[in-house]
């Protein structure tokens, strides 16, 4: 019996038999089913027999047959036994995506837990991948578990500080290969941006030419919005310039407050 998966040339395996009267003395191993008028392997080569050993595999990749039989001290052989082994020295690949924030524009989060998105290829002949990840390239990666592969995994990443996070990850396939490491990076940002809005003390007409700024160095494609009411109800965000048009509503006479946000 083989492991299903090897990474190796080296094909390691186990066997067992039995014979009450002279006693098992050899084994024929063969990559062939073929048999002579008597029934033994025609190809192959005789060992010793023995519950353990290896193989040495010199033929392609991929899935390899095995048959065994065993003969006696008396020269009588058994019937055949087989059992298959997908060879496989290949290290999978895979790489992976970090989403944004709910509110946040591409590569940019304010939470320090993200969506992580996982791809790599499907494994030939039945193979299965799985994978691990940490926060950094070191100890950490070294000592986390692989689990199954899934294609989206919630993380946590460090918010020790804001800046820019990379979470690394690792891939391995079912005969042990393991990938080469592979990264993916954003920004964690959980500080507000500033910023002001000057409107003329008084006007005789609802639209408005207003003053703003930001000295922000990350804002969005589209940061300012402006609004008569705090909770910016109904409003629309829109590129920042300055100086910006504003429509008061018509609601008569008075004071009037328009907030700015960023």
């Known amino acids: 019996r083989f492991t299903p998966f090897n990474n190796g040339l080296t094909l390691p395996f186990t066997l067992s038999g039995i014979d009450a009267l002279s006693g098992v003395a050899q084994m024929r191993l063969s990559t062939s089913s073929a048999v002579d008028a008597s029934g033994r392997l025609t190809t192959g080569t005789t060992f010793a027999y023995a519950t353990s050993g290896s193989l040495t595999w010199t033929g392609a990749q991929g899935p390899v047959t095995v048959y065994a039989q065993l003969i006696d001290a008396a020269g009588n052989v058994s019937g055949l036994s087989s059992d298959t082994i997908v060879v496989d020295?290949?290290?999978?690949?895979?790489?992976?995506?970090?989403?944004?924030?709910?509110?946040?524009?591409?590569?940019?989060?304010?939470?320090?837990?993200?969506?992580?998105s996982l791809t790599s290829p499907t494994e030939p002949n039945g193979g299965a991948v799985s994978f691990k990840m940490a926060n950094d390239n070191?100890?950490?990666?070294?000592?986390?578990?692989?689990?199954?592969?899934?294609?989206?995994?919630?993380?946590?990443?460090?918010?020790?500080?804001?800046?820019?996070?990379?979470?690394?990850?690792?891939?391995?396939?079912?005969?042990?290969?393991?990938?080469?490491?592979?990264?993916?990076?954003?920004?964690?940002?959980?500080?507000?941006?500033?910023?002001?809005?000057?409107?003329?003390?008084?006007?005789?007409?609802?639209?408005?030419?207003?003053?703003?700024?930001?000295?922000?160095?990350?804002?969005?494609?589209?940061?300012?919005?402006?609004?008569?009411?705090?909770?910016?109800?109904g409003s629309t965000p829109q590129a920042l310039s300055s100086p910006v048009a504003f429509t008061l509503a018509n609601t008569g006479d008075g004071p009037r407050t328009v907030y700015a946000r960023f």
């Open 89 to 116: 020295t290949v290290a999978p690949s895979g790489g992976l995506t970090i989403a944004p924030g709910a509110q946040a524009s591409a590569g940019y989060t304010n939470s320090g837990t993200v969506n992580v």
């Open 138 to 233: 070191g100890a950490g990666l070294t000592q986390a578990g692989f689990q199954d592969f899934t294609p989206t995994v919630a993380w946590f990443l460090d918010t020790s500080s804001e800046g820019s996070k990379t979470v690394y990850a690792q891939f391995r396939d079912s005969a042990g290969n393991t990938s080469s490491v592979t990264s993916a990076s954003i920004t964690y940002d959980v500080t507000a941006p500033g910023g002001t809005l000057t409107a003329p003390a008084s006007t005789r007409t609802r639209p408005l030419s207003l003053t703003v700024a930001s000295a922000a160095s990350d804002l969005a494609a589209a940061p300012l919005t402006l609004s008569e009411s705090a909770t910016f109800t």
